[in-house]
């Protein structure tokens, strides 16, 4: 069982709508990522938290330490968001980032 | 743009030939990693660099040989590969390689096709 567990694996929306990527891990954490691949392979980090909420743009991350779970929220989805959506955590003590298997999202017009 | 140069963008090759592959960071940073991404499977990390010294190798075949002639340029040469070698091979940077929280800057990746 991966350490880094993500949900829904595909997901498709209509454009406008309020989506949700749901991540769960297994480990002790210094920090989350959360990583946006668009088609071609490039990776952008979009955010890194270790507690609390980040909002940038229409993008919000949360974090439950006590939970061991994270989401990434997308209001009003635009065409432009689908992308794979990749849930990453840094483990204590550890140089070896865990990766999810990733999300692909698909927003229609 | 990341600040992360990865050439070629697509490679095909066969199983005999010898090919490389070249990361270039332009962020003054001081780790650099390989990652391996196969279909619907997580990021695999392969060997990490901290200061041009490999620090991290995660039980690669020896047909990947990684080099960090200077703390801008990482390359991963390749040989006699398989074709379940097939895959994107994504380059990475980071300021420090120290865990925590460090933020990864990729590089578009090479796909790679093993005939």
């Known amino acids: 069982k991966n350490e880094v567990e993500q949900s829904p694996q595909n997901l498709t929306a209509q454009e406008g709508e309020f989506i949700t990527i749901n991540c769960s891990y297994s480990?002790?954490?210094?920090?989350l990522h959360w990583l946006q691949q668009h088609p071609g392979g490039g990776i952008v980090s979009l955010f890194m938290?270790?507690?609390g909420k980040k909002k940038h743009g229409r993008l919000i991350a949360t974090i439950n330490i006590q939970e061991k779970h994270s989401s990434l929220h997308i209001t009003a989805s635009h065409p432009r968001d689908s992308a794979v959506y990749i849930c990453?955590?840094?483990?204590?003590?550890?140089?070896?980032?865990?990766f999810g298997a990733g999300t692909r999202l698909t927003v229609k017009p | 743009e990341t600040g992360v140069t990865q050439t070629p963008r697509h490679l095909v090759m066969g199983m005999t030939n010898k090919k490389s592959l070249k990361c270039e960071q332009h962020?003054?940073?001081?780790?650099m990693y390989w990652y391996k991404q196969s279909a619907k499977k997580p990021l695999e990390l392969m060997f990490v660099y901290s200061l041009e010294e490999r620090v991290e190798n995660n039980s690669v075949p020896s047909r990947f040989s990684p080099e960090c002639p200077n703390s801008s340029h990482l390359f991963l040469h390749l040989h006699t590969l398989q074709p379940e070698d097939s895959a994107l091979y994504l380059c990475?940077?980071?300021?420090?390689?120290?865990?925590?929280?460090?933020?990864?800057?990729f590089g578009s990746g090479t796909q790679l096709s093993v005939l």
């Open positions: 990475a940077s980071s300021r420090t390689v120290t865990g925590g929280w460090e933020k990864l800057f």
């Open positions: 962020l003054g940073h001081n780790a």
């Open positions: 480990v002790g954490i210094s920090a």
């Open positions: 938290l270790s507690s």
């Open positions: 990453a955590v840094n483990p204590y003590n550890n140089n070896d980032m865990r």
